[in-house]
């Protein structure tokens, strides 16, 4: 079946620490992939995204993503971690069958210890 | 430019109500997005409208509608709320649709709670 899983629900890192958050998906061909933070009481912000390629995309606020199709992943990592970066993380796919639609995965919680 | 903006901020209805959720695009976008947003199921899509016509839909059941005025502003529509209404409701402006961009920016949605 047709997925994206992020199997981290909560992820906790200490202020400077480097951050990996992962994300697998489940299509038969490539999609179109992205990564949204959310902060608390607001929308979705998009980091970065991947179309083709390129496998290593650069984003905003520091962060960047790797593609590697042979594990179907797409791994959101930034260096070192700040305290303002605390939120939920969302990988989304846009599949490519002309349903022209985004399917996100369940979200992990990033907590920044001081 | 401004954001999208979406209202009201929160909402609270009786099951067996209907309500109506607002989004306001950004200036010169065409395409609006619905998504909803709860602990047990995620976020998923809504539907998408695109000059007035809903180009894409979700499984949703048809109590959820929406439309979209000739200035890109859009509405969405629940019909006899259930419990299960309750959720965060996003909304995301498009310049173009999302059959040819997924450029999308998303409000700060609508938080409908269902009593």
């Known amino acids: 079946a047709q997925s994206v899983t992020q199997p981290d629900i909560h992820i906790t890192v200490s202020e400077g620490a480097s951050l990996e958050l992962r994300c697998n998906y489940s299509y038969g061909a490539t999609p179109y992939l992205f990564w949204y933070v959310q902060s608390p009481g607001q ?20 962060f960047e993503a790797e593609f590697k199709r042979s594990q179907s992943s797409f791994n959101l990592r930034k260096p070192s971690v700040h305290w303002s970066d605390a939120a939920e993380y969302f990988c989304a796919v846009a599949p490519m069958d002309s349903s022209y639609k985004l399917i ?11 | 430019k401004a954001g999208v903006t979406q209202t009201p901020r929160y909402l609270i209805k009786t ?4 309500v109506t959720l607002s989004c306001s695009p950004i200036s010169g976008h065409r395409s609006v997005s619905w998504y909803q947003q709860t602990p047990g199921q995620g976020l998923q899509f809504l539907f998408e409208y695109f000059s007035e016509t809903q180009r894409n839909k979700g499984n949703f059941p048809g109590r959820f509608s929406g439309r979209q005025f000739s200035n890109s502003r859009s509405e969405m529509n629940v019909s006899t709320l259930e419990l299960g209404d309750s959720a965060l409701y996003l909304c995301a402006s498009s310049p173009r649709g999302l059959a040819e961009t997924y450029e999308q920016y998303f409000g700060p949605g609508t938080r409908l709670t269902v009593t």
């Open chain 1, 104 to 114: 996100f995965g369940s979200g992990t919680r990033l907590l920044v210890r001081p």
């Open chain 2, 15 to 18: 099951r067996g109500q209907q």
């Open chain 1, 43 to 62: 929308g979705l912000q998009l980091l970065l995204k991947y179309f083709s390629g390129d496998t290593l995309v650069q984003g905003i606020k520091g």
